[in-house]
């Protein structure tokens, strides 16, 4: 378990993946023409910058 086995980098490596795909999607649906499609991109942008916060405390 851990950094032997890789576990850790694996789920680092996909935490990272899925803050940039919620960074992307947010910046793409803030520009949608549709409102119900900017308020999830609202909604994204409130994980954003709670998940922002966590990382710098």
């Not at 032997?4 to 649906?29: A, D, I, K, P, Q």
């Not at 549709?34 to 609202?42: K, S």
């Not at 998940?51 to 405390?57: A, D, G, K, T």
Request: aromatic share 8%; glycine share 10%; with cysteine.
């Amino acid at each position: 378990m851990g950094w032997m086995s890789g576990t850790l980098v694996r789920v680092g490596l996909g935490l990272c993946v899925l803050y940039g795909v919620t960074v992307l999607s947010m910046l793409f649906l803030q520009r949608h023409h549709e409102a119900r499609w900017r308020e999830v991109g609202d909604v994204l942008e409130e994980l954003h910058h709670h998940m922002v916060f966590l990382v710098r405390r």
